[in-house]
């Protein structure tokens, strides 16, 4: 457990905030039952993301994407938004916390009730039709492929559906990465919370809101920035309640 003068002293920088953002990564969601993919026993490790998730690969054999989807729509169909997530949602409610930008595709932040969320890698729960473009918003789809229905079929068209997640290789959405920066330049301070901040773009993120004159806390059990002001090891659901105290 972190010392208790570190969580008193960023508890004393959210105090004093009013303009407050988050950002979050596979972290957040590990208590939620969201394995992080690049750690032992990941998804990584078990499915080459070169062969199952790239652009490329899904459009030349989207089966081979879904049958690795049946397996995560198992795992966020089953999982619920922690402590860390409502604390974030009930700041949001407060009118202090001005977005959630998130690397997440699980859905949690909304399912916590967090309103304002950027999706920076997109939604795993949100898909739609390559051939049509026809939208698909819930679990659905997803119960239809663990249900063996690989690939998944538009209703309309017959089309292939792909998830709306961003796949490697394929660009991140740009209205999204527009939000995330608008954020960082209205911030008066950051909180980094579940992120070892080593994919970019995201990662630049929390120097651009340092730049832009924010104060930055980083909670985790392992990431690291030189421009952070505090820095506290530990996981999400113990030490993001007790900073933003609720």
Known sequence: M?????IRQARQLVDAATRISALTGAGISVASGVPDFRSEGGLWKRYDPLEFATYESFLNDPAK?????????????????????????RLEEQGRLIGVITQNI????????????????GNYLRAYCMGCGKIYVGEGVHRRVAQGEIPPKCDDCDGVLKSEAVLFGEPLPQDAMRKAVEVCRRTDLMLVIGTSLQVYPAAYLPQLAKKSGAKLIVIDLEG???AADFIIRGKATEIVPKVVGL
């Open 65 to 89: 994407f879904w049958t690795m989807g049946r397996e995560l729509a198992k795992v966020f169909l089953n999982a619920a938004p922690n402590a860390a997530h409502k604390s974030l949602a």
């Open 224 to 226: 690291r920035t030189d």
């Open 106 to 121: 699980d859905n949690l932040h909304q399912a916590a009730g967090s309103k304002n969320v950027i999706e920076l890698h």
């Open 2 to 6: 972190p010392p208790r003068d570190s």
